[in-house]
């Protein structure tokens, strides 16, 4: 899959007619996914974001006390 970044002033009458153009076009289409993101939001591999929250959900994960990190994890 290719990731293409486009930056849009939205303000813009192109801008704006661009983005409810895409919006609509490829609404329903699971070939092509629109993101938006702000200029300062850091930008995350979608793949890392879906690991993150998955972990997040199991019970199988072990918390660690920063300031504790051996004892957190049973080995002092």
Known sequence: MTTLTIKINEKSKKGKAFLEFAQTFFADSKEVKITQNVDN??????EFV???LKSAKSK?????????????????
């Open 60 to 76: 199988k994960r072990i918390e660690i006390n920063p300031n504790d990190v051996w004892g957190s994890l049973g080995l002092k």
């Open 41 to 46: 939001e850091e930008t995350y591999n979608s």
């Open 50 to 52: 879906e690991m993150v």
